[in-house]
């Protein structure tokens, strides 16, 4: 089976990335150095070969020709003090011929110079050529010799090469041996680095193996790493927490459904099979059909409820943005309420509402502030009192749902905006369905709001609805 370079481990990738860059180094780095290393030393010859040819070049002027011509090796040694080893010299005449020769080459055949050099050393340049072919290789300068300005002769050093190409191809040889061995060392060291280096990506992946809705306890440990991964690993267990939570609240959202829906079906069930057991007079029926009707609102109002809040999640729930009175609107609800706080026993009260404008859905505002107060009178005993304000405060429309009810615990308070939570459960069937503060909540912060509550036990609640005021306007009254 073919594998693709997407297949790979991480590891491998990570060691042939390394590999690959440094490849390019070393490369780059080498052929540097090998250029660097040839030019230096044929600097280096170059040099030697000119300042054997000064030297001559000095000489000759002060030497007539038939001396130097004479015995020229002997010249040679009362001129360096000794015969230049491992060397090739000629003098030409200004005819071009050869005057005088030296050879101390192992070679018994030395290679013409070519006849541009000596056309340069006639026109008075100094030139440098290599002749010959790879082992019997020369490096020659041509130097012309002047009197008054003319060129009376010239002086031709040579060297052999021998040892130069040596020289670079033993370091060619080191080279094409260290870098496949560093990049193989470096491969498999980088191997291992990497592979050590993602042990905790496979920790984290057999923990994700491990983890299902019925076991969401597993963690990573991190110990005590800092770097990325650690990183990881602890973004990781928060959002197995976040899932765990989430998991937490749909069972408990299940079953709180379940139980809600369930009573009202009993009821009508069990109503029903009553009424069909033997023939009753019309009133009694009546008064069967009216406590379904009851049961079938209330399942009704569920169902609204949770659809409501289902649309607010996904984003599907459309927010109006008009213009808001606020003194209105509350004077408004508490009208309509007025009958139903009666009906408990309960004063509704409307005490001081600042002239306050909102930019908002007024009937989404409407609902939220009809929960809370209903809310409210639901929890407060017979012969209590409800109370609504309004004011400024710091920019914001501060409106407050004072109660004298019953009040709630501090272990109960964070808890009072979930779905289907009730803090006095005595009274479950009696005060709603426990979804009406999750709708508030979501009302006040979708219009960039918050609800506030502080409560002290047996003795009442302030609800405080907060909402931004309408640009341009200052509010109060």
Known sequence: MKISRM??????????????????????????????????????????????ADVLSSSIVDTNAPTIFGNFERYLENVFGRKPKGKFIQILDASGKIGAKMSDLETQTLPAVSYRSLEKAFSGEISYETIGEKGNRLRIITLPIKENGKVVSIVQVGTSLEEFDESLTKLM????????????????????????????????????????????????????????LGKLAETFNEMIDRLRESFQRINQFSTDVSHELKTPLAILKGETEVALRKERDKEEYKRILKSNLEEINRMTKIIDDLLFLSKAENKNMPIAKEPVILQDLLTDICLDMKMYAQQKGVELEIGNLDDICVEGDELKLRRMFINIIENGIKYTNPGGTVEIRSSVEDGYARIDIKDTGIGISENDIKYIFDRFYRADKSRKRETGVGLGLSISKWIAEAHNGKIEVKSTPHKGSVFSVKLPILSGQKGGS
Do not use: C
């Open 7 to 52: 297949d790979l481990p991480i590891k491998w990738k990570l060691a042939l990335w390394y590999g690959s860059i440094l490849a390019l180094v070393l490369i780059v780095f080498s052929i540097w150095v090998y250029i660097y290393f040839r030019n230096s030393l044929e600097h280096s010859i170059d040099m030697k070969l000119k300042s054997i």
């Open 173 to 228: 040889m080191v080279m094409l041996i260290s870098i496949p061995t560093t990049l193989f060392l470096t491969l498999i060291g980088g191997y291992f680095l990497a592979k050590k280096s993602l042990k905790p990506v496979d920790q984290i992946r057999k923990a994700a193996i491990k983890i299902s809705s019925s076991n969401l306890e597993e963690r990573i440990d991190v110990g005590g790493r800092r770097d990325e």
